[in-house]
């Protein structure tokens, strides 16, 4: 990937180059007014929903990770902009939960995650707003499938979905994807796997790391499947 490092040094923690990713430990709204204009965001930002306030008992599969404030605010309107701009098209998971500040778009694409499962304490199917035009799109990929390798991360996006999302973009020759909410890196693993170029942005330590950890590991594998957590 050609790309100018200087201007991200400068506001960024840290800064890992492996293979064709470049991962930053930072804070996006820091980095994205310094990155030059991708052909993609695919991302799946904090909800915003206090999901860890029902999610507290191992009973439901899921743990704390040690931070119990991970989903209390979403992206605001300003760093909902930036991530915007940032790429040529867009593909924002829980973009139902940002109705006031994306576009109105009346045929704007959908995509759709049923999870297999009804009347689970979690929602039985996750939504992704496009900014781009299509008919809404839905994949069938259980829960219970993405939760066999184990999570690493409180909010749990499947690699096969996060492959099927960049299939959705309408220019499917989109080369660089970027995810400024990288987390433990799952839409980098699919876009390295699907041969793309990727830039990931995470402000957390804990998570950039797993995250390149991760992501080594789909340079060194290629399109080898290497797990289906978030």
């Not at 979403?74 to 576009?103: C, E, H, K, T």
């Not at 778009?105 to 995509?111: D, G």
């Not at 804990?206 to 499947?225: H, M, P, S, V």
Request: hydrophobic share 40%.
């Amino acid at each position: 990937m050609q790309i100018d490092l200087t201007p991200i040094q400068a506001v960024a923690q840290r800064v890992e180059v492996i293979g064709r990713a470049v991962l930053v430990q930072a804070d996006c709204r820091d980095v994205l007014p310094v990155l030059p204009k991708v052909d993609a965001c695919v991302t799946d930002p904090p909800y915003g929903i206090n999901a860890a306030r029902d999610r507290n008992s191992e009973k439901w599969g899921w743990r704390d990770y040690g931070n119990g404030e991970w989903d209390l605010v979403r992206p605001d309107a300003d760093v909902m902009a930036l991530v915007l701009q940032a790429g040529n098209r867009s593909i924002v998971w829980g973009g139902n939960y940002f109705p006031d500040i994306l576009p109105p778009m009346p045929k704007a694409k959908w995509l759709v995650w049923d999870k297999g499962q009804e009347g689970f304490s979690l929602a039985d199917c996750e939504f992704a707003w496009c900014s781009f035009e299509g008919a809404i799109r839905r994949i069938n990929y259980a829960r219970s499938k993405a939760m066999q390798d184990g999570k690493q991360h409180p909010t749990q996006k499947s690699l096969t979905v996060m492959k099927w999302s960049i299939d959705q973009l309408p220019n499917p020759n989109a080369h660089t994807i970027l995810d400024p909410f990288m987390g433990s890196g799952t839409t980098g693993v699919a876009a390295v796997q699907m041969g793309r170029d990727f830039i990931g942005i995470e402000r957390e330590e804990r998570y950039f790391e797993i995250a390149c950890r991760r992501i080594e590991q789909a340079q060194r594998q290629g399109d080898l499947f290497i797990g289906d957590a978030a």
